[in-house]
């Protein structure tokens, strides 16, 4: 996992398939400037089926280190 700056915010990337890969929750929680950017992707998945769906599918969940230095699983 590497970092990205935008607008000098942290967002995560890392190589999959020899393609950089953006934290989607990261990218939301800057675009939105909200405290729990998880919970807001969630509910935006709720509102709008089409979307849920599209993020299902066309974007897997990846091993990224978090800011406590653990490897999970993020959007």
Not at 13 to 29: A, L, M
Not at 53 to 62: A, F, K, M, R
């Given at each position: 996992?590497?970092i990205?700056?935008?607008?000098?915010?942290?967002?995560?990337?890392t190589?999959?398939?020899?393609?950089?890969?953006?934290?989607?929750?990261?990218?939301?929680?800057?675009?939105?400037?909200?405290?729990?950017?998880?919970?807001?992707?969630?509910?935006?998945?709720?509102?709008d089926?089409?979307?849920?769906?599209?993020?299902?599918?066309?974007?897997?969940?990846?091993?990224?280190?978090?800011?406590?230095?653990?490897?999970?699983?993020?959007?």
């Amino acid at each position: 996992t590497q970092i990205a700056l935008f607008k000098g915010k942290e967002i995560r990337k890392t190589i999959y398939n020899n393609e950089w890969w953006f934290s989607v929750v990261d990218v939301v929680g800057i675009l939105t400037d909200s405290e729990n950017p998880t919970d807001y992707l969630k509910k935006i998945r709720k509102r709008d089926k089409e979307l849920g769906i599209y993020l299902g599918t066309n974007c897997p969940q990846l091993e990224m280190v978090t800011d406590t230095g653990k490897k999970r699983k993020s959007e």
